[in-house]
């Protein structure tokens, strides 16, 4: 499966962006989804991740309350959708599939990868 990432750009501080995760070649309907993101000069580090049936999301703390993920397996997207955007959150945002209905925040979890969408924060 072959996974896009898209809706990232260059905001001010307090904006809102959502971004999307769009799987092609087959349907991960099946797969949990997780957002990761990774600012330069440091690791990927985990955003977010959602079930496959969405019965099950986790934020992490660090962006808890401001971002949340859905998905809509009818159309093969999961969303990421940020408010109240921090400087601190300009980074690479990648989504990633993994290999089973649920994933954690360990990488090793995720098989497929998508391209990776820049999210730029102005203060």
């Known amino acids: 499966v072959q996974l896009q990432a898209s809706g990232g750009g260059l905001v001010q501080a307090g904006d809102s962006l959502r971004l999307l995760c769009v799987a092609s070649g087959r349907t991960f309907s099946n797969n949990a989804v997780a957002w990761f993101r990774q600012a330069p000069g440091k690791e990927r580090e985990f955003v977010g991740v959602?079930?496959?049936?969405?019965?099950?999301?986790v934020i992490d703390d660090s962006v808890k309350g401001r971002f949340t993920i859905s998905r809509d397996n009818a159309k093969n997207t999961v969303y990421l959708q940020m408010n109240s955007l921090k400087p601190e959150d300009t980074a690479a945002y990648y989504c990633?599939?993994?290999?089973?209905?649920?994933?954690?925040?360990?990488?090793?979890?995720?098989?497929?990868w998508g391209q990776g969408t820049q999210v730029t924060v102005s203060s």
């Open positions: 959602i079930s496959w049936s969405s019965s099950s999301i």
């Open positions: 990633a599939a993994a290999r089973g209905s649920y994933g954690s925040r360990d990488r090793s979890d995720y098989r497929y």
